[in-house]
């Protein structure tokens, strides 16, 4: 049995539009590629087509969950993860933050 974190977790949400063509699967490939260990769960929670998105994309909302085991993450840290996670799906999927 794992016993439960000691230290909270920093939960943020995140939209982007990427190709339809995408699988979800590639852009969680990439953002835990690019994460620190700090990052113990990315899972999709939407897809959205239709009115205010562009012929050929799709928005994907995914949920990030940071976490340390060894003490409480920092509104930077997770603000720096953040914003590689981003800067990497913007270069290797053409993603644009919703």
Known sequence: MTPLPRFPSVIRDVSVLV???LPAASVRGTIRT???PALVDVR???QYRGKGIPEGRVSLSLRLTFR???RTLTDAEVQDAMDAILAALAREHGAVQR
Do not use: C, G, L
Request: proline share 8%; net charge negative; glycine share 0%.
């Open 44 to 46: 999709e929670f939407d």
């Open 19 to 21: 190709a339809d063509t």
């Open 68 to 70: 340390s085991a060894e």
């Open 34 to 36: 690019v994460a620190p």
